[in-house]
């Protein structure tokens, strides 16, 4: 038997058994199975391939993005639907839910700011993002809308203030000027309150993390309707019954919009990259939400004359809107981490290709081939 220095690379051989294999007289049987023998015989020197990715790391590397970023999502929410409730109220001259709405939308904004700068890490990350405007980068174009909402929603609120202390602010001349903005500050809040709370659907599907680009087409509608749930969940805890009627109608038509995008969303999701919305935390979070809206939802309708009712309702709606938000986050990190989330569904939109028979591209050169 000879000896080579690739022996060392050589797989053990299966352990013999005694006492078997023995025929008549004693001797042993000849067998002639591949790999089996003293060391004579070939052995297989690949074992069988179990794909993961290049050294078990993911092939989609997960946002460095944390709980800071999902309470930004929510935030903005909450912000951006109550710049469009208040503007209604403005318009149907509901002085209290208006002030409320106000004031709860530059409360939200402002937290959000902070929860946005406090995961940038230093305040000047965000001041840089403001220095072009990029039309192509939802970051910068996001960020634009952040400060136009909030100055146009911070010069309404300051005259709410104003009229709440007996106009004892100290503006001077500046006093008759605010009164004569203050109404078409409210309008543009109004006006960049549905872009603050849908933008942040377009960072998170413009991203290659596989579930929340599988989202492109729907998750926009998600999120104005979970914007929907949470500034009518805070209206109806801050605000009169009496006073809050457009807040139960923005309610209702925010529980049918946010299940009913839910689910078209997830019918037109790849099914393996719809996986973790239904597991783990995400999958509680999202299915929290379904039941937390729909319990708001009929609560709002049915509250009119109850303010007990409407406080609850309201704080289901608001903890539905957060639900969805952070379900959709979490979903998202969970299947940057798991490589089969983003090579199953490439694989079948190759097939899809080929059988649709493109060929001529950089993405699809021929029909498979088998090794």
Known sequence: MTSSEFDSFRPPEPPRRRGRGLGRGGKRKQRRGFGQGEGTREMPMVPDADFTSYYGHPVVKPPPWDEKVAAYLFLGGVAGGSGVLAAGAQL?????????ARLGGLGAVGLGAIALVADLGRPDRFYNMLRTFKVTSPMSV??????????????????????????????????????????????????????????????????????????????????????????????????????????????????????????????????????????????????????????????????????????ASGVALLAASACTRFGVFDAGIESAKNPRYTIEPQKRRLAARRAAGITDDSITTGPATES
């Open 142 to 311: 996001g960020s634009w809308i952040l400060s136009a909402f909030s100055g146009a929603l911070g010069v309404a609120v300051v005259g709410e203030i104003d009229r709440m202390t007996g106009s004892r602010l100290p503006l001077g001349v500046l006093r008759p000027v605010l009164r004569a903005v203050e109404a078409p500050a409210g309008l543009a809040a109004a006006v960049a309150g549905p872009p603050l709370a849908v933008y942040t659907a377009v960072l998170l599907s413009d991203t290659a993390v596989p579930t929340w680009n599988a989202m492109h087409r729907d998750l926009p509608f998600v999120f104005v309707s979970s914007a929907s749930l949470a500034s009518s969940g805070l209206a109806l805890v801050a605000t009169r019954t009496s006073q809050a009627g457009p807040a139960r109608t923005l309610a209702a038509l925010g529980v049918v919009g946010d299940l009913t995008a839910m689910r078209v969303m997830e019918s037109r999701m790849d099914p393996v990259t719809a996986e973790p919305l239904h597991d783990g935390k995400a999958g509680k979070l999202l299915r929290w939400s379904e039941r937390l809206a729909v319990a708001g939802g009929v609560g709002a309708l049915v509250s009119g004359r109850s303010r007990p009712v409407a406080v």
């Open 92 to 100: 149907t001259g509901r002085d209290e839910l208006r002030r409320n």
